[in-house]
């Protein structure tokens, strides 16, 4: 396996991105939640297994000067792409090492964070067990590891598409010719299972759907690798427990929670699978689940799944809330439905979430601690003269709970640590140095909330002048000429006033980069 991991992923390298739900701030705030006081942010020490050429750790110790990161993989090409992104950014605090899981000295570390994402139904069993020992051993006390893996039964159907794909390319060696037979013959058994119309079909078919919309490189090595074990959660929990792992959570919170299917499903749940782990097993029957990420702790971590609002306290919160009707009265008592990420919605009927919805929106994309939100939301009532009925302490409990339900929905995020970027660009501004070298390839680039954003051209080439020694008059004049030279370039007309169009244009960019978390 180690010769073919090697080969594949240095031929056809991974895309490598940023994954906000591995992040020590996701995975501190999830600690909280569950009553645990979890290592450091700021100051931590991260290892990520199999980290490809970096781009999720990378971007983490670009943020955290004070923390400390270790990745490594087996492909000695992605590891070299990553180091010369970590030497032009000039960073200290990382170190990237061409190796195998299975060579890491068990005097490395401790670590309060590892990270194996996308690894472990990948490598075969001694590999996956060295995963779990690393994180038994090598792991601080009150350190969190993030495992994900394919699961079942949501793998059953992908599964026998990737056995038909395997199949078929096996006669070929050279990746891109299996890549092209593979997607040929999924095409042809998404079209010949059409003429059964049965329940396979629909299954099938959907899962052909999302294979095309799915990049080479994932192509290959999620169906083309000769390893990819998936396994059902409990069997996972079970394994962790022969390393003195407990399961945690998982990183997306909103699927651990029954009443997110209709309350009589979520009744039933709770009668036929008591437990965490049986609860969540079943709902991933109710889903069809196929992938996990799983967080886990030492065994004997007293970890307390009552969650109660209060844990809020210690965690900051960022959201943006879209109210369904716009302008709506603060001062009246209706009901407010609000639309956010991932498709979630809330009917806000009191006075402080809607308070509170108004002040996360102005400081998008920055997280604010949960007591300022209140402090302020409480403000903002007080200004418009909102009567409440209730309390200071059951107005801060309703918004507690309030948040506490949008978290599960998806619509907020709950943070550990301060944003570490503006909401708005400064006198002189300066965009992120990761994704100002990024945006020179490439218009995805990683924003400072640890996540991929797509950019155009424009924006690309604006944010090459972000360094923060340009104040906006130099960035405006350097834009204006670019606009007159691309002008004459293009043999279009130079409008009358180039200047004010162009400054416009600056503002409205800039406004952009800061509300996509890119600036500084
Ligand atoms: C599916 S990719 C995932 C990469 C990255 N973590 C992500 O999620 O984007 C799996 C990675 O694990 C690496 N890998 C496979 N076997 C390994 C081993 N024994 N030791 C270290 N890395 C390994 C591969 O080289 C590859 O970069």
């Known amino acids: 396996m180690a010769a073919e991991s090697k080969s594949t992923y240095d031929d056809v390298p991974y895309t490598s991105l940023p ?5 020590p701030d996701r995975l501190a705030s999830l600690a909280v939640l569950f009553g645990l006081e979890p290592p450091s942010v700021e100051r931590c020490h991260v290892l990520e297994l199999g980290c490809a050429s970096g781009g999720n750790l990378i971007p983490m110790a670009l943020t955290m000067p004070g923390a400390e990161f270790v990745g490594i993989d087996l492909s000695s090409v992605q590891i070299s792409d990553g180091q010369a992104v970590v030497a032009a950014l000039g960073l200290g605090n990382i170190r990237l090492s061409a190796m195998s ?13 590892i990270i194996a994402h996308g690894v472990y139904s990948w490598v075969p069993d001694d590999v996956q067990t060295r995963i779990l020992e690393i994180c038994s051993r090598q792991l601080t006390p009150s350190g969190i590891a993030f495992i994900s893996f394919n699961t079942l039964p949501g793998w059953r159907t992908r599964g026998v598409i990737r056995d038909l794909m395997r199949y078929h390319a096996a006669q070929l060696a050279e990746p891109r010719a299996r890549i092209e037979q593979a997607r040929g013959i999924a095409d042809f058994l998404a079209g010949g299972v059409a003429a059964a119309n049965s329940g396979y079909e629909t299954l099938v078919r959907s899962e052909i759907e999302a294979l095309r919309g799915q990049a080479d490189d994932y192509v290959l090595h999620e169906y083309l690798e000769e390893t990819n074990e998936p396994l059902y959660f409990h069997q996972f929990v079970e394994r962790a427990a022969k390393h003195g792992l407990q399961y ?8 651990m929670i029954a009443s997110n299917f209709p309350p009589e499903v979520a009744k039933a749940l709770v009668r036929i699978a008591p437990g965490v782990i049986r609860q969540e097993q079943v709902m991933d029957f109710l889903r069809n689940r196929s992938f996990r990420q799983a967080l886990l702790v030492h065994d004997g971590v007293p970890v307390n799944r009552k969650i109660t609002p209060d844990r809020l306290r210690g965690l900051a919160v960022s959201g943006l809330f879209q109210a369904e009707e ?5 001062r009246s008592n209706d009901v407010v439905a609000f639309s956010g990420a991932r498709g979630s919605r809330l009917r806000a009927g009191s006075g402080i979430t809607k308070a509170a919805a108004m002040i996360l929106n102005e400081f998008w994309p920055r997280a604010l601690p949960f007591g300022d939100v209140v402090r302020r939301a ?10 409440s009925a209730g309390t200071d302490a059951e107005a801060e409990a309703t918004l507690a709970a309030d948040m506490l339900r949008c978290f599960g929905s998806g619509m907020v995020q709950l943070h550990a640590r301060p944003s570490p970027f503006s909401a ?8 992120s140095p990761l994704a100002r070298l990024q945006a020179r390839r490439d218009i995805r680039v990683t924003n400072l909330r640890h996540e991929p954003v ?16 340009r104040s906006r008059e130099e960035i405006d004049r350097i834009a204006i000429e670019w606009a007159i030279a691309s002008a004459r370039t293009t043999g279009t007309e130079i409008p009358e006033e180039p200047e004010r169009l162009v400054k416009d244009r600056v503002g409205v960019a800039l406004q952009h980069l800061a509300r996509v978390a890119l600036l500084l």
């Open 454 to 469: 797509q950019i155009d051209a424009d924006l690309a080439r604006l944010m090459q002048l972000l360094d923060g020694t």
């Open 326 to 330: 716009r302008d709506f009265d603060i």
């Open 424 to 431: 708005a660009p400064g006198d002189k501004p300066a965009a």
């Open 19 to 23: 994954f906000a739900q591995t992040h």
């Open 378 to 387: 409480k403000a903002v009532l007080r200004d418009w003269a909102v009567s």
């Open 248 to 255: 945690l959570a998982d990183a997306d919170f909103g699927t």
């Open 101 to 113: 899981i299975t060579d890491i000295a068990p005097t490395s570390g401790p670590f309060d964070y």
